[in-house]
């Protein structure tokens, strides 16, 4: 058996994997020892990936409806399909929605032709339900979309601080490092949640917030830091602005503060080693963003940032969000990190050779649903997600879907339910087939390398996107050999980002061959400049404290008492088109439950083990109930895998609402105002 490097397909850990390829699609996977992310550790979902790489369900040909097509065929179709569209409605008719799961060669491909040549920014992804609010409290605070930690900082934390995050779940080998560092140095653990997790559980104080209660509790914190003398004046005068009035209007509003709030302050007061990690529970809110800067401002204020062991730290969901939102793939970034400004649209038209370079933001990705719904997109190219399940409101997605004139998916499955709706479907590349790179939560861009070669007729997915550019009328732009020649280029485009003192530099990459692109070891970018000696990216070099208050309190629906939370299975990953594929993952959670608190099933009726149907203004769903004192009372949780592929039960985002944070847009997935009944 031969040994390849590769990284894990799943999260952003961003876990080094050895994988042993043997013949056909035989594989032993492996934790890579040498990897920095993961040092050898992998979870239940990466161990089990040698399960998931059969050819089963696979999209192997180009299909035109129902039947099969040439390549060539197929691409002429989508081109003037395109072409057609732009011609007859303008640039911003058409769009592209997609993924974390892609690889950032092929990211950058497809921004480059959307943003760069078709004209519009219309590109948006599902890294937008991910982390859009992290991006956007980054943006505010440090003038860049910049994390300011990395996996190292936890072994040399004192203090853990998890908000909204099940880590123990969805983040493993993160959580296997953070034990690591307990039971070697007693690291404390505070864990913030409304549910009492598997996390929370082993925590050593949970504080049990309501929903959305994160803003007034990190704001109280600070103020309770501001009245003890621990805020750091000559910290914040070297390297933070604080607006006029910021002290003074600081404020928790209203809330009754949560139990253990005391504690937390005393903690949080006697260990300056404080890492804040935030993810999902945090980002998809209705005031993420917030809560992003809210987190940012505490450990601004005291110099908690910087420094070994300390700052926040927003956790990825996906493998490449990162890369995805480096190479432009959020429709309100344009590339390397650049925004839309005059300056920064001719920087990148002389780069990539072009004078139609969008001329602002793009549609974010429920604002494009809405879009495509009400007909002002008439072309539509999906790449490797399943928008008709994992959007909110995704009764409304697949409505959307049927209206659109014309829908292209790529993908490596054949019948996802977003795939099943389109009119053409490009078969591409699956994990243990692309080649190419990845970025991890701490901004480490390592190797994704193939294992078997292309089965059938699937392409790379910046291939197929070239392939398209070409029908379009822009062959030489985008004629690229391999993904190393994309990459190469896209190193060189950050020369743009690093004149305008942002830290995204990969230019020492541009001159790589390919042969050390094949060779390439993981990298941390940005890692060679200590951040206080570099400065924010702020034109002052200061990062911002930013005025915040905690949200109204949702007026309360007499119609949807309940409050509904989604979350996510230790050993399924999103919508299980993979893992669903693994009989050992299936065991260790066979169907999705919905978690009540004993007080509302007992008003309800419902019993343990019992079919509830859940039902908000979206849509209804039925769920078995899991009767557990760790749901918060008035609230309701269950998780986001399920599909129509199995069945009609447990589609979670049937019922979720489109509602989203108006900084950052990215869904409220945790807070959508439901009833049960017994069925
Ligand atoms: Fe893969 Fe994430 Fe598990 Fe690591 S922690 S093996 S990246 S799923």
Not at 389 to 401: I, K, M, N, Q, T
Not at 583 to 591: A, I, Q, T
Not at 650 to 673: E, H, Y
């Amino acid at each position: 058996m031969r040994a390849v490097r590769t990284t894990c397909a799943y999260c952003g850990v961003g876990c080094g994997i050895t994988a042993r390829v043997g013949d056909g699609r035989e594989v032993e996977i492996g934790g890579d020892t040498a990897h920095p992310a993961n040092r050898g550790g992998l979870c239940s979902k990466g161990t089990h990936l040698g399960e998931t790489v059969g050819l089963g369900g696979r999209l192997l040909y180009p299909m035109i409806g129902d039947a099969q097509a040439d390549w060539d065929e197929a691409l002429r179709l989508v081109a003037a399909q395109f072409r057609q569209a732009i011609a007859e409605h303008g640039p911003d008719s058409v769009a592209f929605y997609v993924s974390g799961q892609l690889l950032t060669e092929d990211y950058y491909a497809a921004n480059k032709l959307m943003k760069g040549f078709i004209g519009s920014g219309n590109i948006d992804t599902n890294s937008r339900l991910c982390m859009a609010s992290a991006v956007a409290a980054h943006n505010r605070a440090f003038g860049e979309d910049f994390v300011p930690c990395s996996y190292d900082d936890l072994d040399k934390a004192d203090l853990i601080v998890l908000v909204g995050s099940n880590t123990a779940w969805c983040h493993p080998v993160i959580w296997q490092r953070i034990e690591a560092a307990r039971e070697a140095k007693g690291t404390k653990l505070v864990v913030i949640d409304p549910r009492r997790t598997e996390t929370a559980e082993r925590a050593d104080l949970h504080i049990a917030i309501k929903p959305d209660g994160d803003v007034a509790l990190f704001n109280a914190m600070l103020l309770d830091m501001h009245r003890r003398g621990m805020t750091d004046d000559a910290f914040m005068a070297r390297h933070v602005t604080t607006p006029d009035r910021f002290w003074d209007d600081l404020s928790a509003g209203e809330t009754v503060l949560p139990d253990g709030f005391d504690e937390f302050c005393d903690l949080f007061a006697a260990h300056p080693r404080t890492v804040t990690l935030f993810s999902q529970g945090a980002n998809q809110s209705a005031c993420g963003t917030d809560k992003g800067n809210a987190i940012t401002n505490l450990h601004l204020s005291t110099g908690r940032i910087g420094v070994p062991g300390g700052g926040p730290f927003s956790i990825t969901g996906q493998p490449n969000a990162m890369g995805g939102r480096e190479v432009g793939g959020l429709a309100n970034q344009l590339a390397c990190h650049l925004g839309f400004s005059e300056q920064e649209r001719a920087a990148v038209g002389t780069f990539w050779n072009t004078d139609t370079v969008a001329q602002g933001p793009g549609l974010k990705a429920v604002d494009l649903f809405n879009a495509v719904h009400d007909g002002r997109i008439k072309a539509l190219w999906i790449m490797a997600t399943n928008p008709a399940v994992s959007l909110p409101d995704a009764g409304f997605v697949r409505e959307a879907l049927q209206r659109c004139p014309f829908v292209v998916v790529s993908d490596c499955i054949t019948d996802t339910d977003t795939a099943l709706m389109a009119d053409v479907r490009l078969p591409a590349l699956a994990w243990g087939e692309k080649d190419g790179t990845v970025t991890n939560s701490e901004r480490m861009i390592s190797r994704q390398r193939a294992l078997f070669p292309a089965p059938g007729e699937a392409r790379a997915d910046w291939r197929i996107i070239a392939d398209v550019a070409a029908r379009m009328g822009w062959a030489e732009d985008f004629a690229w050999p391999n993904p190393a020649a994309v990459f190469r280029e896209y190193a060189a485009m950050t020369a743009i980002s690093a004149e305008r003192g942002l830290k995204l530099d990969l230019t020492d990459r541009a001159i790589m061959t390919d042969v050390s692109y094949e060779a390439m070891e993981p990298f941390r970018w940005g890692a060679h400049q200590p951040l206080l000696e570099a400065g924010f990216s702020h034109p002052d070099g200061k990062a911002r404290l930013i005025s915040i208050a905690p949200p109204a309190p949702r007026a309360f629906d007499p119609a949807f008492p309940l409050r509904l939370n989604t979350n996510r299975y230790r050993d399924q990953w999103h919508t299980m088109t993979r893992t669903g594929l693994s009989p050992k993952l299936s065991r260790h959670r066979p169907e999705p439950l919905l978690d009540i608190h004993p007080e509302d099933a007992a008003g309800a009726g419902v019993n343990a083990g019992g079919l509830v149907r859940v039902s908000t203004a979206q849509g209804e769903t039925v769920l078995r109930a899991r009767i557990t004192e760790a749901q918060a009372k008035g609230t309701i949780s269950a998780p986001m895998h399920w599909t129509d592929a199995f069945g009609s039960a447990g589609r979670s985002n049937r019922l979720t609402q489109r509602r989203t944070d108006p900084v950052s847009g990215q869904p409220a997935f945790k807070d959508t105002p439901a009833k049960i009944a017994v069925v």
